[in-house]
């Protein structure tokens, strides 16, 4: 293959993807109809001897699997609090990719290392969380998880005296995890990952948005971690962080906060109100893949104590190598991974501090309109809708279940099933910068054309 070829290859890539991209606002938000069941069988052919051109592999991956995907980087996806991905990143994702640098640390790519402190800088400029915490560029929320609180049981365990990272967890003082009830599934996945256990956690009480309730805290006693949530899945609630951490710090604990997309609300000085008291806590896990609008795959983990994070991650004993400078593979679970410190950086670049805290007040300014224009509807809504989160209900649990799947079906746009308080609801996510005031209103009209549509019970 000559020069000239790939440059016809990479052109061609752009501008299926352009062509892809200028057709999100008019096409089903779900797969077209009958578009999966085409790929599937087209795939189903055993490994060719022969290799095909470069521009068949790109013309059918375009050609079966574009009409396939669910359409989450146009404006009308509310689904799992995805973002989309901004020009920029986007872009910036591409040229990463030609680069393929193995993003380990400065002798594998210098440059990747220094877009890495940039961006880890950036976020916690934009977040107000102390500057000298360390980060790790992670899949997402839930390694992100797993990567603060490894941090935090290996220190917690230091404090009584047991070296975890050597001796293992078998024989090691007891540690309490102490979560709100409505903690996030990934939190609990984790923790039983690290040995710490999906169900002895304590469980606090919560009230009717998802908040953890600051009265009758137990005490606490010996090595323990605190888990609080910046932004409730569902509601967008959060915890009150100010008065939990104060308690928790008191006993010694270590806090963890789950602020995945709520946390980005410190970006706003408008909404930065909601999540005060976050910026204590000792760790934090974040999407860059759903309000920083990036590609997947990326999360970001924070540790307020930088050596808590290179104990833990360290692969080789030393924190600095290569001439005191931060080596990534000492501070990720990871060792190669890909360039996810680019499309961080390009969006923070492109947005400024500005255009992040727009991005965010706009998408909360949209959940609300959506909101109003449900309830005008005689539509229940289930939340205060404080964020970019919207929880409504259709009325029985069937009729609820009926009305998303004609919302589903209909492709105007699309919203999950979830429960809440115990009952089956629709949960709206607004967190898209692709998302304008006509998508709602498209949405809104087509959310209330399925609802009288679907017959009461
Ligand atoms: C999405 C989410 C997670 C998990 O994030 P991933 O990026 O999917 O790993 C964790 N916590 C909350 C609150 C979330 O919204």
Not at 285 to 314: C, E, F, Q, R, T
Request: aromatic share 6%; charged share 20%; proline share 4%.
């Amino acid at each position: 293959m000559t020069t000239n070829d790939t440059r016809h290859l990479l052109a061609e890539a752009a501008q299926r993807a352009a062509d892809y991209l200028e057709a999100l606002p008019d096409r089903h938000v779900g797969p077209l109809p009958g578009a999966v069941e085409k790929l599937v069988s087209a795939l189903d052919m055993p490994l060719p001897d022969q290799g095909s051109g470069d521009a068949d592999v790109l013309g059918f991956i375009d050609g079966y699997g574009s009409p396939s995907t669910v359409a989450s980087a146009g404006g009308r996806y509310f689904g799992f609090v995805t973002g989309g991905t901004l020009p920029a990143a986007l872009a910036a994702n591409y040229l990463a990719s030609a680069w393929d640098q193995n993003s380990f640390g400065w002798t594998s790519s210098p440059a990747v290392a220094a877009f890495e402190v940039a961006a880890l800088r950036w976020v916690k400029e934009a977040l107000g969380l102390p500057m000298a915490a360390e980060g790790a560029l992670v899949t997402g929320a839930t390694m992100a998880h797993f990567t603060c609180l490894t941090a935090a049981r290996n220190r917690v365990l230091r404090q009584a005296g047991w070296d975890v990272d050597a001796d293992g967890l078998f024989g090691a003082p007891a540690i309490t995890v102490i979560v709100g009830e409505e903690a996030h599934a990934s939190l609990l996945k984790v923790l039983s990952m690290l040995g710490l256990g999906r169900s002895r956690v304590v469980r606090l009480p919560c009230n009717d948005q998802g908040r953890i309730l600051p009265r009758d805290l137990p005490q606490i006693k010996g090595p323990t971690i605190v888990c609080l949530q910046a932004g409730n899945v569902n509601s967008g609630g959060f915890d009150p962080a100010e008065l939990l951490i104060e308690w928790a710090h008191a006993g010694g604990a270590w806090v963890h906060a789950d602020g995945a997309f709520g946390i980005w609300a410190l970006a706003s000085p408008a909404l930065a109100g909601l999540a005060k008291g976050y910026t204590a806590a000792d760790s934090w896990a974040l999407d860059g893949h759903k309000w920083l609008n990036v590609p997947y795959d990326s999360g970001i983990a924070l540790v307020a104590d930088a050596s808590a994070l290179s104990d833990a991650m360290s692969i080789s004993g030393a924190y600095l190598m290569s001439g005191g400078r931060r080596e990534a593979m000492n501070l990720t679970p990871e060792s190669s991974r890909r360039a996810r410190a680019v499309d961080i950086w390009a969006a923070l670049k492109s947005l400024g501090r500005q255009g992040l805290a727009e991005l965010v007040e706009r998408n909360c300014r949209q959940a609300r309109d959506l909101a109003d224009g449900l309830r005008a509807a005689g539509v229940e809504v289930l939340n205060d809708v404080v964020l970019n989160q919207v929880v409504v209900s259709f009325g029985s649990e069937a009729r609820t279940k009926e009305v998303i799947e004609a919302v589903q079906a209909g492709g105007e746009c699309w919203c999950g099933a979830t429960v809440w308080k115990g009952r089956a609801a629709m949960r709206v996510s607004v967190s898209s910068w692709a998302t304008t005031d006509e998508d709602i209103a498209r949405s809104v009209a087509a959310i209330v054309k399925a609802v009288r549509e679907t017959p009461e019970q």
